[in-house]
């Protein structure tokens, strides 16, 4: 499966931004989101499966962030509300068989990074 992720930019503290990531091939995945900050470790941001739309979410995001796919499309998206600060980071989009996880290693297929940076 590839990835293509977009809709990164500069946004102000409080604003919202979408995100989308298309995929092309298989799609019978689970689909994350993660983001790296300048020094940081990737994180997990959210997740859904493909088949049943089941989603996770980090405590961080939780209320402020929704992430949905549009199977017909092959797209997934992650809609970024009430945007802080410490949101500024690359987020990438990346896609697994089986089950949600939280941890980067097990998924075995990336796009390219997105720059999201939210001013104060």
């Known amino acids: 499966v590839q990835l293509q992720a977009s809709g990164g930019g500069l946004v102000q503290a409080g604003g919202s931004l979408r995100l989308s990531c298309a995929a092309s091939g298989r799609t019978n995945y689970a689909i994350a989101w993660f983001r790296q900050a300048p020094g940081n470790q990737r994180e997990f941001v959210a997740g859904?499966?493909?088949?049943?739309?089941?989603?996770v979410y980090a405590d961080s995001v939780k209320g402020r962030f929704t992430i949905s796919r549009d199977k017909a499309k092959r797209m997934t998206y992650l809609q970024m509300n009430t945007l802080k600060a410490e949101d500024t980071a690359v987020y990438y989009c990346a896609a697994r068989s089986g089950d949600i996880t939280a941890q980067a290693v097990a998924y075995a297929y990336w796009g390219q990074g997105t720059l999201v940076t939210v001013s104060s």
């Open positions: 859904v499966t493909w088949n049943w739309g089941t989603t």
